[in-house]
Each structure stands twice: as C-alpha cells, then as structure tokens.
C-alpha cells in the first residue's frame, strides 16, 4: 500500500506566479488535511477536505490560497500569486477516518 | 495554540533510553495523547498514543501519569536515526479534525 505522495517535492515560482501543490492519499483515505511548516517553525492546519468537501478552512489565509479535493484525482492546494512569504515546506496528510499519516511535503521557494 | 508543555531540545547518547516529556495539565477526560516525530525534511511519523494506560509499541513506550497531566515517551535503545523534532499532542479520540503542532522536543541522539 503505497503512502501518501506529494509532488511535486521542490517547486520554485517567481513572484506573482501561482503554485499548485498536489496530494494523493493513501489507497482508501477521503480525508486530506494540509499544513505547512514555516522555516524552524512547527507544523499549522490549513484546511480539512474530504471528497468534493471543504470541511475546516479556519486555517487557510483568507486571499490567494484555495484547496480541492475533488471526487476522481488528487487534492490540490493553489496559491495565486505567490509572495516571498509563502515560502514553506507544505504537508498532506491524508486519514481513513482520525488516524493521519504524512506526505514527504513539498518545498515551496518563491524568489 | 497548543496544549502541551515540552523542553525545547534534550541530547540522548546512542543506545541509551531517550525519555521525552510532556505537560499536559489542562487535558481532559476524552482527550488521548498522541505523539508523533518529524526527522529533518520529512513529513511527521505517528509514533503511539494513549489515553490512562501505559502503552507500548514497537516504536516506543508511552506513560501517562496517574492524574493524567503528564506523560513521558521513551525510546528504549535510542539509534541515531532517532534524531527528530517530537511532538506531543493532546486530542478527543475518534476526532477527525486537524492535529496542533507545538515546538516539539528536538532530540539530539549522539554517538
């Protein structure tokens, strides 16, 4: 049963471009979460999806971030016109139900 | 904000038993405490959790104190490969909202 992938593992966008971060859960999971990780900070909740649901987006900046995990295909997590400050490492993690388990993350760098 | 207390760092010599603590003073009745580890760059690996029990896995021993307001988690026979950052999280079992992350203990396990 192969773990939850994130890709891509490294993206790097200029600022003003948009970012779209991809999250496939593991074989039989329909909830994804996604968090990032700020340099030498700890992990903060964005947004809780389950198929074709937002279900707590309390954690998600309120301008330029969106997420969807849509009823066939992976989740995604978009950032529109990325800032130096959306610099981060971003985690999935996906669950059958309450227990999660973690992507590798991807490694945003906005120049 | 999180509801945990750890030390910031702890240094542990290999082979030796790693025992990281944690506050938890304000826990209550139905919530467990889950501790998961994040190994530099990677996404965080759940490692055990209990609820009043002492619980033991393969991984590590969990034990809570009588009055639940603190645990520790030990590594018995700590390898280098278990430098991490670990963090304790208090949560309502069967809940399927998101994880808060803390600081986390950064375990430094030397030769």
């Known amino acids: 049963n192969a773990g939850v992938m994130q890709n891509p593992r490294h993206l790097v966008r200029r600022r003003g471009q948009e970012a779209r971060l991809r999250c496939s859960p593991m074989?039989?999971?329909?909830?994804v979460y996604w968090y990032r990780q700020l340099p030498e900070e700890g992990l903060k909740f964005m947004v809780y999806?389950?198929?074709?649901?937002?279900?707590?987006e309390s954690g998600m900046p309120k301008e330029r971030f969106s997420a969807e995990f849509p009823k066939e295909g992976p989740s995604i997590l978009r950032i529109q016109q990325v800032v130096r400050g959306d610099s981060a490492a971003y985690f999935c993690?996906?669950?059958?139900?309450?227990?999660?388990?973690f992507g590798p993350g991807t490694r945003l760098t906005v120049t | 904000d999180a509801k945990t207390t750890q030390p910031p760092s702890m240094d542990c010599a290999e082979g030796r038993a790693a025992n990281l603590p944690c506050n938890h003073s304000?826990?209550?009745?139905?919530?467990?405490v889950y501790w998961y580890r994040q190994i530099h760059s990677q996404g965080p690996q759940y490692i055990i959790h209990?609820?009043?029990n002492n619980e033991t896995n393969e991984m590590a021993s969990l034990i809570i104190t009588e009055d639940r307001k603190s645990s520790t988690l030990i590594l018995p026979h700590a390898t280098l490969r278990d430098t991490a950052v670990y963090y304790c999280?208090?949560?309502?079992?069967?809940?399927?909202?998101?994880?808060?992350f803390g600081k986390g203990t950064k375990l430094s396990v030397k030769p």
């Open positions: 209990g609820l009043k």
């Open positions: 304000t826990i209550s009745g139905n919530e467990y």
């Open positions: 074989k039989g999971h329909s909830h």
């Open positions: 999280i208090v949560r309502v079992e069967g809940s399927q909202g998101n994880l808060i």
């Open positions: 999806l389950q198929k074709e649901n937002i279900i707590d």
């Open positions: 993690a996906s669950s059958p139900l309450v227990e999660q388990y």
